[in-house]
């Protein structure tokens, strides 16, 4: 048992148990207090269940009725910062590594699918990416020669079927709601806030920030503003500034 639960080890429990019982009397729940997301069971090939999902019972039939399967007994746990998108990504790319390359659907299928949740969390993807991402992904399923390349699109689908909204948000609207995916974020200067002392724009290595012509009421100098073409995303802004004045969006 992982992720982002607050007791995180080797546990042995009974079949029948639900996924509520482990996560939050032997886990403790999740980390921080904060909003349980998703539990990703079975190992890399498992599918992602959601809060719906927390009173199914642990036994070989249930897990796989919900989308996801018994595997290595491996339970993930992630919160509200976890991107689904960027998950079903990182289980693929760890199928792909493994693949033997014995069978096309897996050796080059898989690394197609990982193609397109690159270009999906890169800003890059389009509504018909989505769909080809589902039709390539029940292929793979469907005609993989062995139990790796049948399993490794659970990721995919289960994402895709309980986090329909989150892949949506990436291609429409070009955002991670999760602010994981980098090339998807916008750092920010509230120009309210900003007193324009300039210290972010001395600790920012891409010379990304400048001053303006507009000096908010009650402050002395000009604010500053991000040329987000220029921005590595690098994050040290955010944190120098006193005033609380940049964010991510
Ligand atoms: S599905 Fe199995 S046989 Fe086919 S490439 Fe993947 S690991 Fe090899
Ligand atoms: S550090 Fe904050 S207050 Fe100072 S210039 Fe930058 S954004 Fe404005
Ligand atoms: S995130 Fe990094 S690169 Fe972007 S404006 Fe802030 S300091 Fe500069």
Redesign the pocket.
Known sequence: MAGQINNVGLIEVPMGITLREIIYEIGGGIKGGRQFKAVQTGGPSGGCLTAKHLDTAIDYDSLVAAGSMMGSGGMVVMDETSCMPAIAKFYLEFTCE??????S???IGNKRLCEMLEKITDGRGTMEDLQELRNLAAVIKDT???????T?PNPVLSTLDNFWDEYVEHVVDKKCRAGVCKKLMRYEIDREKCIGCGKCAKGCPAEAITRTDYTAPGHKLASMVIDSEKCLKCGACIGGCKFGAISVK
Request: hydrophobic share 20%; proline share 6%; net charge positive.
């Open positions: 493994e693949s033997c390359g014995k069978c659907p897996c050796r993989a020669l062995c139990g790796l390349g049948q490794s």
